[in-house]
């Protein structure tokens, strides 16, 4: 919890700045709370030269504004924890943990069809993952701190029914990895507190270096004038191309419910 | 939902590519590469490591057992006589540390409950139920004792309440034998303790690329005085060929202190920190050294250990005759060079 405590924080006074600004007419806002599962593969060379399967729960907060259809800030939370698994053998079983903060701000482009929305902006994304083996026997971990640009198709099906459908890749990343050998004297003395490790010394990267492309798909049910159901499937693939590379590939099944007020 | 389930399903190849062969020709591939692209200490042990690929490659083939992959991935390490380098299966052959020895201590050479029942005046205080961390006092000299059996798994400043109960005494004895190591950080808070002043001990380096001589710039590591209680009195320091690591840290920052004796038998010579684990396709891990630990004058004691100031060891059967001889010699040092009565 103490580890929490800072970007809970940050978003208790982005949720309140928010809210003060929310008194505007014409303004929308809402909560939601996520719960999936992720499945996807995963092979990073700084910890392993095999190939993993990622499976596990995922949960999410996210907070939305909106100001006449026209302006969409939000804010995301992600956490979860995962497993690794090899063909190999059942003791390579790792745990995969994962904590990402996305902040994005998107405009509308104009369009006659009211049914039909375009949104184009950019987001800060704060994407990390700590993997595990046998305590701290093994370990590796990517922290992506990234500025990218967004863009978001939202369809209105009925008056009850919509689906929406994003895009967004990072143009420039600041990346946290092990350092070359696997390990060193501030891996070692921070292993337990991974977000000390956050702010280990990286590199700027830009898409030939780094990519994390997320496909992200909602379909969206509103149940009440205050509450809206939904089901998500997010893709997400990232990439960081170095003597010692990292692919991964993420499918993630959710549902959320969404508080609007 | 097709593009989910076709990502789900069918292109693990196409996003990881193909997964590694296990058969034993590419296990030791793997193991030897890996070895030669991010193990450091082949310059510090002599070791040339591309001879050692043209010596143990022909013996392995497609039709390699895993019987004898083992022995030759053992053997190969064993020429390496380093005990932060391990392999292990998790099965059938267990673990082996490339500095495992058959004619090394068992871990009996040396006994606490003896110590306790012998030489000391009173039952020892433990810190911990694991009784790594314990002090009395000499019987019938002005002497005290510490036991230091771990350097993790406690509060560091642990030592500066022992210390402020011992203080008094003219002397004393830290026992650091079977102490395998912890944390550097622990050993130098430790040591602060008994610190008088600053000297600079040692360097570390990480490799960084995939040359034998790709390394970072050293770091230096200086003692540092540490804690409220500060211990400046003589101290013999009892150690074994089991101190290794981070006690051999400690070692390195208390050797540098005025009226410091090491008694004992020399130490076991493995400062690096180990790598992350490894993984072989066939299921095997191991583990190796990844930084390079010099002192001032750009010698290594990698391979060597601390040479004691007094040299002394037990056997098995001196401490079933009820004779801790290394005990009673820093005893002696201490009544005849340092006068302690």
Known sequence: ?261 | MLIPLFLLTSCEKAILGEDEVNDPENNFEILYNDFKVHYALFGVRGIDWDELYTQYRPRVTAQTSDQELWTILTELIKELDDGHTFLYDGDKFGFYSSADDPDATTGDEYSLELLESKYLERPLIHQTEDEEFSYSKVKDLDIGYIYLGSMDDQDPAWIDLVLGELKQHKALILDIRDNGGGTDSFSARVAGAFADGEHFVYTVQNRNGPGYNDFEAPRKFFTKKEGNESFRKPVMILTDINDASATEIFLLHMKAFEDVVQVGDVTGGDFSDSSSRRFLPNGWEYQYSVQKYLLPDGTSLDGVGHIPDVFIKNTVADIQASQDKVFEKALQVLCEDYNIK
């Not at chain 1, 909106?66 to 090899?86: M, P, Q």
């Not at chain 1, 978001?152 to 029914?161: D, V």
């Not at chain 1, 205050?226 to 693939?237: I, K």
């Open chain 1, 1 to 261: 919890m103490k580890q929490l405590k800072w970007p809970l924080f940050i978003l208790s006074i982005l949720l309140f700045s928010q809210s003060m600004y929310g008194q505007k007419e014409g303004v929308k806002k809402e909560f939601g709370i996520t719960v999936g599962i992720n499945s996807g593969y995963f092979k990073d060379i700084n910890f392993s030269p095999l190939n993993y399967r990622q499976s596990g729960p995922v949960f999410g907060l996210n907070y939305l504004r909106t100001k006449d259809n026209k302006t969409h800030f939000g804010i995301e939370l992600t956490a979860g924890i995962n497993s690794l698994n090899s063909k190999v053998t059942e003791r390579f079983k790792s745990d995969y943990y994962i904590g990402n903060l996305r902040v994005e701000y998107l405009k509308r482009i104009s369009t006659e069809d009211k049914k039909l929305n375009w949104h184009i902006g950019g987001q800060f994304l704060s994407s990390n993952h700590f993997v595990v083996y046998e305590g701290l026997n093994g370990f590796t971990f990517n922290f992506a701190h990234s500025l990218g640009i967004k863009g978001m198709a939202t369809c209105q099906l009925s008056p009850n029914i919509s689906i929406r459908s994003s895009l967004s890749l990072p143009l420039l990343a600041y990346v946290i990895r092990p350092p070359y050998n696997g390990f060193d004297k501030t891996t070692a003395e921070n292993g337990e507190k991974p977000l000390k490790l956050l702010t280990r010394e990286g590199d700027f990267k830009s898409l030939n270096k780094y990519m994390l492309l997320e496909w992200k798909n909602q379909f969206r049910y509103k149940a009440s004038d205050r509450l809206d159901l939904a089901f998500n499937y997010n893709l997400t693939f990232q990439k960081v191309n170095e003597d010692t590379p990292l692919t991964q590939l993420q499918n993630q099944f959710s549902i959320s419910t969404i508080f609007k007020f």
